[in-house]
């Protein structure tokens, strides 16, 4: 007899044993739902535990108060308020404060603005925040095929911060050591933005900035020429995947039938949804985001110098539908729910403290000779003195 094999059952049991009640071990009431057909496999699982977090975070804050649309226009208030012109003044100033809270409600309106001038653009998150309110138009009014009657707001993305806890950019580190090695193809190491996984760790780049497509399952048992994607493809494809259940709370059956993942006729509709979804963040990043680039400082970007981007976590944050599908545009709907100017300045003439309006392509000239407090004075009524978009 082998005195080794009962030693070695009651060391593998021990283990076991304590790997459930050591340290750090988390076991939590799991609740599931069944969202497909029995059998299927189609299942969410969801931690109990986690969901008293997640509901916690995602309260919807109310309006400062109910504006009034009617009296004079904000552009004909204040100077130099290119997307918001049309709003009334209480509609501009319940914004401006409604803004302040969702991004810098420490620092306040100083955040954006020279309080000795509120009209400059000498500040670069103004010249951020500016764009930024002309991509959650867009995002409301060009993509409701993804966000519905729902939409955004600033506060879906920073919750009160001033960087969006759940952003991503091209990441290389550790770098290779050289040799073998040098071709690990993104591989073998920590994916920070594909689930913490040993994937390709630059996936987003390809599928969330730029339109790689994702396709890689093939419909025969052989190869027949059709589908040339292979191992690699199919690598880079699960990161994303991964990316996108995490940043849902979701597992793969929320958008895919078990049964026969490539099969859009068997497939949940919230496929079609987050078809549109990953065609909104390119959006997002390649027009909106990546175009700032020469305005925001080095501390905005990542090791390699590309700007913080948007993922599906950003606005999503663990949930599968932001702030669990509460509306706030009934507050916003001339400020956000409608389209302003669009035009885009040439962000590469920017100067940061310098200059004083980013006037948009093709008007006067976007860098100014800065003005004197007494020259640049901001008309704003004692009563209130908001800051300019």
Known sequence: ?????????????????????????????????????????????????????????NVVPAAPWEADPAGDRARDIYENVQVLGDLSDDQFNQFMASITEWISPEAGCNYCHNPENL???EVYQKVVARRMIQMTQAINVDWQSHVGQVGATCYTCH?????????????????????????????NVVA??????????????????????????????????????????????WSLMMHMSESLGVNCTT??????????????????????????????????????????PDTRKGPEGDVFKVGCATCHA????????????????????????????????YQPGTTQRMAPAGQSSALQTKLTSETAAVVLPEASQTAND
């Open 1 to 57: 007899m082998k005195l080794w094999i009962p030693f070695a059952v009651s060391a593998g049991s021990l283990l076991t044993i304590a790997s459930f009640v050591g340290a750090g071990w988390d076991a939590p009431p799991v609740e599931t739902t069944q969202i497909g057909y029995r059998g299927t496999g189609m299942y969410i699982h969801r931690d109990v535990e986690n969901q008293e977090a997640l509901k916690a975070a």
């Open 119 to 121: 009209a400059s653009d």
């Open 159 to 187: 919750r009160g911060q001033a960087i969006p806890v759940n952003y991503w950019y091209e990441d290389l580190e550790p770098k290779p050591a050289g040799g073998m090695t040098q071709n690990r193809a993104g591989q």
């Open 192 to 237: 920070k933005f594909g689930g913490n996984s040993s994937l390709p760790q630059n996936v987003l780049k390809d599928y969330l900035l730029d339109a790689k497509q994702i396709r890689v399952h093939s419909t025969t048992a052989l190869p027949t020429g059709t589908n040339l994607n292979g191992t690699k493809e199919t690598e880079a494809t």
């Open 255 to 296: 958008c895919h039938n078990s049964r026969a993942f490539n099969a859009w006729d068997e497939s949940p509709p919230q496929r079609v949804t987050a078809w549109h979804g990953i065609r909104m963040v390119r959006d997002i990043n390649a027009n909106y985001m990546v175009g700032l680039t020469p305005v925001f």
């Open 318 to 349: 663990g949930v599968q539908k932001p702030l669990y599908g509460v509306s706030m545009l009934q507050d916003y709907v001339d400020s956000l729910a409608k389209k302003g100017p669009t035009d885009v300045p040439d962000f590469t003439t």
